[in-house]
């Protein structure tokens, strides 16, 4: 059930921000569409690597596979530093209840995940994609982590939107990155 709604809220959320990319123009007229469209259908979800692309800018200067998956990675990373900042700010507010301890949990894995991502970043740059594609999968387990650490203690997580958010980063990334592997 819950897994049924994160798909349809995954899609509700990707169909927001396509007709939001398409409304304004902005993005969509100056991005390379056909580039980004057709590197996209070469991933397991085309219509969320689209869209996740279509959020940054440089997507519209890109001219390879590597340049896409080098965004989506820089985009994961800046997702990981977000969420840090999010959760440290939760958790201070949250120090005497039961949240506090699953949100240390929490802070803990998305500061081990973004000090991974920041030190082997380089591993990309030097054409090591599969260390790269290890250490994306070590990232978007820090999802899991915080997911499990409030299920533990029976409480709604109140940073499940963020955590959709590392997980699908992640999963952009990740499919990209596959395409250079295969290489």
Do not use: W
Request: hydrophobic letters at 45%; proline letters at 2%; one cysteine or more.
């Amino acid at each position: 059930m819950q897994t049924a709604m994160a798909s349809v809220s995954t899609f509700i959320a990707m169909s927001l921000v396509m007709l939001a990319a398409m409304s304004s123009g902005l993005l969509v007229a100056y991005a390379n569409t056909e580039f980004i469209s057709r590197t996209c259908n070469k991933t397991n979800n085309p219509a969320l690597c689209i869209a996740v692309l279509t959020t940054k800018p440089q997507s519209a200067h890109a001219s390879t596979e590597h340049d896409l998956a080098r965004i989506a990675l820089e985009l994961t990373i800046d997702t990981a530093k977000h969420n840090v900042k999010v959760i440290n700010d939760l958790d201070k507010k949250k120090q005497s209840k039961p949240e506090a301890f699953a949100l240390a949990i929490c802070l803990k894995a998305y500061t081990e995940a973004t000090s991974a991502l920041e030190i082997y970043a380089s591993n990309f740059q030097i054409g090591s994609y599969t260390s790269t594609l290890a250490n994306v999968s070590f990232v978007m387990g820090a999802s899991d982590t915080c997911k499990k650490a409030f299920k533990r203690i029976g409480k709604e997580s109140p940073v499940s939107y963020i955590d959709r958010e590392m997980t699908e980063h992640c999963s952009v990334a990740s499919n990209l990155i596959n395409l250079l592997v295969r290489k």
